[in-house]
């Protein structure tokens, strides 16, 4: 590594360097705008310290960048290879799609194996295209966002002695951290201009609650939003635990809307009927492996089983989704900012503070009542993201959904 390299000469930043580092022993020390110094301690005594630089405009900034990459190698014997690999798994979401079936010489018929990695392309597409818009059924080319996500960010990985397994692996770009001011809208109105509204206060919220709402320094709230890679694998892990119970409950129709909301599709279902038409398969088994280096909390979904009375049901599941009539939604994915409501009312409004589709800023002031409203009065003290999928539309200069609305923790 003599020879002077630029840091876009690896497929690795400053930014993906801190995250693998926050995960794997090191303490952050010192940080400014131009570099973070970190620590690395071994049975209570310092080990190593690492520069690393932020500001590419400083004249030393590929130098710098250089000796930390170089420094990393050394304190864990690496080559720049395993480092890049070890640096890109921290922020790497992984799927194991594995078959249970009886197996000879460790291994599956080629047209099996075909079938298993087309079907979970098309599942992975499924899933995008649901973050983006949650239909019953998707036709027509795809956004170019799922194109891109399918075609450049889902990669597959090593498979698995004992049993055919797909790897699936899913690169998680960097957060996205933005302040309710950004959307035009302040986390906390003036009070003479809430009329009989009101804010929920720390004293019956919880104390969190109110310095949340103002950010840590008393600025705008902050709102850490995660990248889209990670909100098409939660949609994954949702939807496909939600086809599970419907496939189990044998749902009528009347359950559907809710199920569109949280991912499923007929699209969906065919990509696991593809992957489980083999005779021999006795269950599929879809397993998650959550980026550790990831700010925002995965969902708590980290397997779902497919047994033969599961895989029975998806087909009915798929061909109601087909009949079922078009409804086109949105799904804004963020933070609550505000909640409001009369004193003496059920009825409240809550303002989410996040993006729609693959990155379009939305403030956007929902309707709610009774549940839903505790629900974002939990979400608010906590900090926990929610998804809000409904009929949005723009009313002069503020966006609202029409009609019932589905508000979920993500």
């Given at each position: 590594m003599s020879a002077l390299r630029r840091p876009e000469d690896w497929d690795i930043s400053?930014?993906?360097?801190?995250?693998?580092?926050?995960?794997?022993?090191?303490?952050?020390?010192?940080?400014?705008?131009?570099?973070?110094?970190?620590?690395?301690?071994?049975?209570?005594?310092?080990?190593?310290?690492?520069?690393?630089?932020?500001?590419?405009?400083?004249?030393?900034?590929?130098?710098?960048?250089?000796?930390?990459?170089?420094?990393?190698?050394?304190?864990?014997?690496?080559?720049?290879?395993?480092?890049?690999?070890?640096?890109?798994?921290?922020?790497?979401?992984?799927?194991?799609?594995?078959?249970?079936?009886?197996?000879?010489?460790?291994?599956?018929?080629?047209?099996?194996?075909?079938?298993?990695?087309?079907?979970?392309?098309?599942?992975?597409?499924?899933?995008?295209?649901?973050?983006?818009?949650?239909?019953?059924?998707?036709?027509?080319?795809?956004?170019?966002?799922?194109?891109?996500?399918?075609?450049?960010?889902?990669?597959?990985?090593?498979?698995?002695?004992?049993?055919?397994?797909?790897?699936?692996?899913?690169?998680?770009?960097?957060?996205?951290?933005?302040?309710?001011?950004?959307?035009?809208?302040?986390?906390?109105?003036?009070?003479?201009?809430?009329?009989?509204?009101?804010?929920?206060?720390?004293?019956?919220?919880?104390?969190?609650?109110?310095?949340?709402?103002?950010?840590?320094?008393?600025?705008?709230?902050?709102?850490?939003?995660?990248?889209?890679?990670?909100?098409?694998?939660?949609?994954?892990?949702l939807a496909l635990s939600e086809t599970r119970d419907l496939s189990l409950r044998q749902t009528a129709d009347a359950d559907l809307d809710l199920a569109v909301s949280r991912g499923v599709s007929a699209n969906l279902c065919e990509s696991l009927l593809t992957m489980t038409r083999f005779e021999g398969l006795r269950a599929l088994d879809v397993s998650f492996r959550w980026a550790p280096a990831e700010a925002v909390p995965p969902p708590t979904v980290n397997q779902v089983v497919f047994d033969r009375d599961v895989i029975a049901g998806i087909g009915a599941i798929g061909r109601s989704l087909r009949r079922a009539p078009e409804k086109v939604k949105s799904t804004i994915y963020g933070r609550v900012t505000r909640l409001e409501r009369g004193e003496d009312d059920d009825d409240g409004v809550v303002t989410i503070s996040g993006v729609v589709g693959r990155s379009t800023r939305r403030t956007v002031r929902i309707p709610v009542r009774g549940e839903q409203y505790d629900l974002a009065i939990v979400a608010h003290r906590q900090r926990q993201p929610v998804t809000v999928t409904g009929e949005l539309r723009k009313v002069k200069n503020t966006y609202t959904f029409d009609g019932p609305v589905v508000i979920e923790y993500s």
């Open positions: 400053p930014q993906s360097i801190a995250s693998f580092l926050g995960t794997s022993g090191w303490t952050l020390q010192n940080a400014d705008e131009a570099k973070e110094i970190w620590g690395l301690s071994e049975n209570g005594s310092p080990r190593a310290r690492l520069l690393l630089p932020l500001d590419p405009t400083y004249i030393d900034y590929d130098i710098r960048f250089q000796e930390a990459v170089e420094r990393l190698c050394r304190v864990f014997d690496w080559d720049v290879e395993e480092l890049t690999a070890n640096v890109l798994s921290a922020r790497t979401d992984v799927v194991l799609i594995r078959t249970d079936q009886a197996m000879q010489d460790e291994s599956i018929p080629l047209v099996q194996a075909r079938d298993v990695i087309s079907g979970a392309v098309d599942m992975m597409e499924a899933a995008a295209r649901a973050s983006l818009e949650p239909r019953a059924q998707y036709v027509g080319q795809r956004p170019n966002a799922v194109r891109d996500f399918v075609d450049g960010d889902v990669r597959m990985g090593h498979t698995q002695r004992g049993s055919f397994v797909v790897t699936v692996l899913t690169r998680l770009a960097e957060d996205d951290v933005i302040h309710t001011d950004e959307f035009g809208d302040a986390a906390e109105a003036p009070r003479s201009q809430r009329g009989r509204a009101w804010t929920v206060p720390a004293a019956r919220a919880g104390n969190g609650i109110r310095q949340y709402a103002q950010g840590p320094s008393g600025g705008p709230a902050m709102v850490r939003i995660p990248p889209f890679q990670r909100r098409v694998m939660a949609t994954l892990a």
